[in-house]
T-cell receptor, first 113, second 114 residues
Framework: KNQVEQSPQSLIILEGKNCTLQ??????????LRWYKQDTGRGPVSLTI?????NTKSNGRYTATLDADTKQSSLHITASQLSDSASYIC????????????FGTGTQLKVEL | EADIYQTPRYLVIGTGKKITLECSQT?????MYWYQQDPGMELHLIHY???????EKGDLSSESTVSRIRTEHFPLTLESARPSHTSQYLC?????????????FGDGTRLSIL
C-alpha cells in the first residue's frame, strides 16, 4: 500500500530559527514529490516539486531535498517568520494509476515570538 | 495566487437537504479535482475530471456526484445531506505540460450537516 509518513506531527519554534521537516514514503512507481503549505482555513499552496533526478530544490527560504534511494525527503525552513505557521504537507505522485497522489497528514508548524 | 474559487466558504445545513458546492477556475485547466479533508487528516480524492464531459470517482467512496459541462466549472452535489458528510471539501485544478504540474487549490468549503 502506498503511504506517506511525516514527522514530527507538530513543531513549535522561535521566530528566526531554522527547522527541518521529514517525509518518508513507500509510493511506487515514483513520479515526483511535492511539498505544500496549508494555512489554517485555506487551500494548500505548492512550494516545490521534485522528480527522481532532482536532489534539492529551493523556493525562497524553503529548501526541499529528495533521496529517492532511501525514499526520504526533507523540507528545511531558514530564518522562520510568524507567517510560516501552517501545516506542511508532503505529497508523492505515482506513475501508476494515472499519476495518483498520496498525501501525508502534514506537520503542523507554529512559529512564536 | 491561483485563480480557483470555491463557494460557499462555510455552509451549515440540516439533514436531507440538497447541496451544491461550486468550484470555478479561470486558468483554462483541463484537469480538476475534488478532495475531502477532515481535521488533522490527509486529503482524500473523491472525484476528478480530465476535461469537459469527463468525470471519474476517486479513491475515497463518496455519495456526492460531479459534473463538468464547462472547462472552468466543476460543481459537486449531495442529493441528501447527512451528518457523515460533515467535512472540508477542497477543489483543485492542474494544467498541461506533463505530470509534474502542481495542483492549484481553492480555499475550500467547510460543510456542517446538523
Amino acid at each position: 500500500k502506498n503511504q506517506v509518513e511525516q514527522s514530527p506531527q507538530s513543531l513549535i519554534i522561535l521566530e528566526g530559527k531554522n527547522c527541518t521537516l521529514q517525509c518518508n514514503y513507500t509510493v511506487s512507481p515514483f513520479s515526483n514529490l511535492r511539498w505544500y503549505k496549508q494555512d489554517t482555513g485555506r487551500g494548500p499552496v505548492s512550494l516545490t516539486i521534485m522528480t527522481f533526478s532532482e536532489n534539492t530544490k529551493s523556493n525562497g527560504r524553503y529548501t526541499a531535498t529528495l533521496d529517492a534511494d532511501t525514499k526520504q525527503s526533507s523540507l528545511h525552513i531558514t530564518a522562520s517568520q510568524l507567517s510560516d505557521s501552517a501545516s506542511y504537507i508532503c505529497v508523492v505522485s505515482s506513475t501508476g494509476g494515472g499519476n495518483k497522489l498520496t498525501f501525508g497528514t502534514g506537520t503542523q508548524l507554529k512559529v512564536e515570538l | 495566487e491561483a485563480d480557483i474559487y470555491q463557494t460557499p466558504r462555510y455552509l451549515v445545513i440540516g439533514t436531507g437537504k440538497k447541496i451544491t458546492l461550486e468550484c470555478s477556475q479561470t486558468m483554462g485547466h483541463d484537469k480538476m479535482y475534488w478532495y475531502q479533508q477532515d481535521p488533522g487528516m490527509e486529503l482524500h480524492l473523491i472525484h476528478y475530471s480530465y476535461g469537459v464531459n469527463s468525470t471519474e470517482k476517486g479513491d475515497l467512496s463518496s455519495e456526492s456526484t460531479v459534473s463538468r459541462i464547462r472547462t472552468e466549472h466543476f460543481p459537486l452535489t449531495l442529493e441528501s445531506a447527512r451528518p457523515s458528510h460533515t467535512s472540508q471539501y477542497l477543489c483543485a485544478s492542474s494544467g498541461g505540460g506533463g505530470v509534474n504540474q502542481p495542483q492549484h487549490f481553492g480555499d475550500g468549503t467547510r460543510l456542517s450537516i446538523l
